[in-house]
């Protein structure tokens, strides 16, 4: 069974651009979740989505959104960039139970500049 | 709102039993997890407990969890260096996950 897979691995921008990340979740799983992980502040939750609706949110200011598709995949985009914005985002998928299990991919890593 | 603290580092001598302890706030938390982060990598999750339970045993992993002090640890037995990572505890309730910061993990030979 495939993992998730994130995309693009590695990416630098400069302060000012936008960047969209795409996750594809285990086939099977309903629930997208991403997380920013970074040095100072840990691991954040951004927000939760199941099927096609947004059903968690955390505390980031509205340049950050997300979305999911019909097939489960799900993208995230961060508009005006900022320094501050350089992280290792994170996706992870569940069958979306409630239960919290989570299968993480192995991250896009943002670099701001 | 909820919050999950866990020491920053430690370390141990190969062979040696590691304990990560983690404590956490929110009392209506049905779930708690241990994940592992290897350099360059997603998370991964080790091992879980449901919080009417007091301990789980997983091969080398047993997690203790006291309810009453929102107090979770993880043993690792016989560590290794391949151990070495960072261990990061998680509460989940209705569907939303905390993380703690994580503690890194080094065990020497």
């Known amino acids: 069974k495939a993992g998730v897979t994130q995309t693009p691995r590695y990416l630098i921008k400069t302060r000012g651009q936008q960047v969209t990340l795409s996750c594809s979740p285990i086939?099977?799983?309903?629930?997208v979740s991403w997380y920013q992980q970074t040095p100072g502040q840990g691991l954040q939750f951004l927000f939760e989505y199941f099927s096609e609706t947004q059903r968690n949110k955390g505390n980031f200011p509205g340049r950050f959104s997300g979305r999911q598709f019909s097939n489960s995949r799900s993208e995230m985009n961060v508009s005006t960039l900022e320094l501050g914005d350089s992280a290792l985002y994170l996706c992870?998928?569940?069958?979306?139970?409630?239960?919290?299990?989570?299968?993480f991919g192995e991250g896009s890593r943002l670099t701001v500049l | 709102g909820e919050d999950v603290e866990q020491s920053l580092f430690l370390s141990v001598r190969e062979g040696d039993s590691s304990v990560i302890n983690c404590t956490y706030t929110d009392s209506s938390s049905t779930y708690l997890y241990w994940y592992k982060q290897e350099p360059g990598a997603g998370l991964q999750l080790l091992t879980y407990i449901f919080s009417n339970m007091d301990m789980k045993q997983d091969q080398r992993l047993t997690v203790l969890l006291n309810k009453k002090d929102k107090h979770l640890s993880l043993r690792i037995a016989d560590t290794q260096t391949g151990d070495s990572a960072i261990y990061f505890c998680?509460?989940?309730?209705?569907?939303?996950?905390?993380f703690g910061d994580g503690t890194t993990l080094t065990v020497k030979p």
């Open positions: 992870a998928s569940s069958l979306g139970s409630y239960t919290g299990e989570l299968f």
């Open positions: 086939s099977g799983h309903r629930s």
């Open positions: 998680a509460e989940t309730n209705a569907g939303k996950s905390t």
